[in-house]
């Protein structure tokens, strides 16, 4: 009886710290990054817009990845075919999903600034530099003018004093001034 009853305490314990680090995971982790510093430590810079998506397992067999097309309308940064493939972690398959907590799903016809790295392996495939933090969308405003928003939910910062603060609001800005400051900061670090 004193078995079972431990191995049932003992269980109960377990589920207990599971549930906790489950709900602790919800946010991504990462130090703050501006704007400038995603610029200059991308591979690639581009704009485009999303075509379909795709996902798939992973070679373990066990994780799922998605497969966005983005058909590339302007690089501001390195050089990349008109028909690139974005690959993000998280997907469905068969029934079963996984989704990544701090990275949002693309929707077929967005536009988006999009802030790369390239895949070593598989030339023409890149990540989102920084996950979310890499993707910006282009809206057009009943006025006709374009501006770049980002969205940031689930994602919290890890500061400097060991810290959490959830990630500050990225105010949206006129597409030309976004455009504008990511040109600088690539002008600023040309050797």
């Known amino acids: ?23 602790s995971a919800h946010a991504l982790l990462m130090g703050a990054i501006e704007l400038e510093q995603l ?11 999303v075509g379909s998506s795709t996902s798939f397992r992973a070679s373990d ?12 309308r302007g690089t501001l940064k390195g050089e990349v ?18 989704k990544v907590s701090g990275l949002t799903s693309f929707v077929e016809g967005e536009e988006l600034v999009l802030f790369l790295k390239a ?17 910006f ?3 057009r405003r009943p006025t006709g003018e374009r501006f770049v928003k980002q ?7 890890l500061a ?13 800005m006129p597409e030309e001034l976004f455009l504008d400051r990511v040109r600088s900061a690539l002008v600023e670090v040309k050797p």
Do not use: C, W, Y
Not at 61 to 72: A, D, F, H, S, Y
Not at 151 to 157: D, M, P, Y
């Open 61 to 72: 067999g066990k994780q799922l990845r998605t497969l966005t097309q983005i058909e590339v």
């Open 137 to 139: 969308a282009v809206e």
């Open 1 to 23: 009886m004193k078995t079972m009853t431990r191995a049932l305490l003992l269980s109960a314990l377990a589920l207990v710290a599971v549930a906790g680090l489950a709900r």
């Open 151 to 157: 969205e940031r939910a689930g994602i919290s910062f």
């Open 160 to 172: 400097q004093d060991g810290s959490i603060a959830p990630a500050p609001r990225f105010e949206p």
């Open 39 to 49: 610029a200059v430590d991308s591979d690639a810079i581009v704009q485009g817009v």
């Open 81 to 98: 075919p008109t028909h690139i493939e974005v690959i993000t972690p998280g997907g469905a398959v068969d029934g079963i999903g996984q």
């Open 119 to 135: 895949n070593r392996r598989l030339p023409g495939r890149f990540a989102l530099n920084a996950m979310d933090l890499g993707k």
